[in-house]
């Protein structure tokens, strides 16, 4: 039981940090879902009393991907049947232009603020149009959640490596006699601290099977599938298999640096 206790020690900090990492990437490949469809269907709307070249616009800031004249007779179309083909020519000329501009990336609200002050200073141009009431909100709720679920993890890391150290010194204090003995007889350095780099290879090696499990298992929840596809979330964003690289790498490279830490330690008090 004291033997389990102390694989738990470990294990259960590793697993909270591994656990923090893999939703941290899930979630900011969210976002990054979100933004670009948002970036996809979004458009700025510009407004001129003359004709401008759509070159002219998007020049203006390297956010602008390009410009788009908007059709006015398709505009006008739904009024064609009830005036006079005399009417119609004097509305057009004196209908203003308008101008669809797509952005490369969609930008935070002050970003918005600034490129349409820079439009608005084109010569000719009336008005912009930005929209921007029909996506910030939940736009700013996830930006605000990843930044506020990233400080929460960089805490969880910090305490996790903490008790990991701790539980090392345990162990190290555990095998303290052992390794004196083995030192006193010209051992190498990693010889005889090989058994505390064994338990935390072993301790990271299941932190990483019980989160890849768990992954897997929200994976395989057609509830869970269901609603990421109702908020037009691919489910495939949920988790990928590089992840299982980037999270070993973690997991190992924490409990290795941590027993490096023991390590010289133990070396400096011999």
């Known amino acids: 039981m004291k ?4 694989h738990l020690a470990l294990i259960l900090p590793l697993f909270a940090i591994l656990f923090g990492a893999e939703y941290l990437i899930v979630f900011d490949r969210i976002v990054d879902n979100y933004e670009t469809k ?9 407004v001129a009393d003359k004709a401008l070249k759509p070159v002219d616009i998007s020049r203006v800031d390297r956010l602008i991907d390009h410009v788009e004249p908007v059709d006015i007779d398709s505009i006008l179309h739904r009024i064609r049947k009830e005036t006079s083909e005399k009417n119609m020519k004097k509305i057009k ?7 669809s501009v797509k952005l490369r990336h969609y930008p935070d609200k002050y970003t918005l603020k600034r490129l349409k ?11 912009v149009y930005l929209f921007e009431k029909m996506h910030d909100p939940l736009y700013e709720m996830l930006a605000f959640m990843k930044s506020n679920f990233l400080i ?11 008790l990991i150290l701790k539980q090392m010194y345990v162990w190290q204090l555990e095998h303290r006699e052992r390794m004196q003995i083995m030192a006193l007889f010209g051992a190498p350095v990693w010889l005889r601290s090989g058994v505390l780099f064994r338990l935390a290879i072993i301790d990271a090696f299941i932190a ?13 929840r057609s509830d869970l599938v269901a609603f990421l596809r109702d908020i037009d979330i ?24 941590g027993t490096l830490v023991v390590v010289i330690r133990f070396k400096e008090e011999l």
């Open 152 to 162: 929460f993890s960089l805490l969880m890391f910090v305490v996790g490596v903490l």
């Open 234 to 257: 691919d489910p495939q964003t949920l988790f990928h298999f590089n992840d299982i690289g980037l999270l070993a790498a973690i997991g190992f490279g924490i409990s290795i640096f």
């Open 93 to 99: 000329s004196i209908m203003p232009s308008f101008y």
């Open 117 to 127: 002050e820079e439009l608005l200073a084109i010569k000719g141009v009336k008005s």
């Open 38 to 46: 948002l970036s996809a269907e979004y458009s700025l709307i510009v």
């Open 3 to 6: 033997s389990v206790k102390a």
């Open 208 to 220: 990483l099977l019980l989160i890849v499990s768990g992954m897997f298992y929200l994976m395989k």
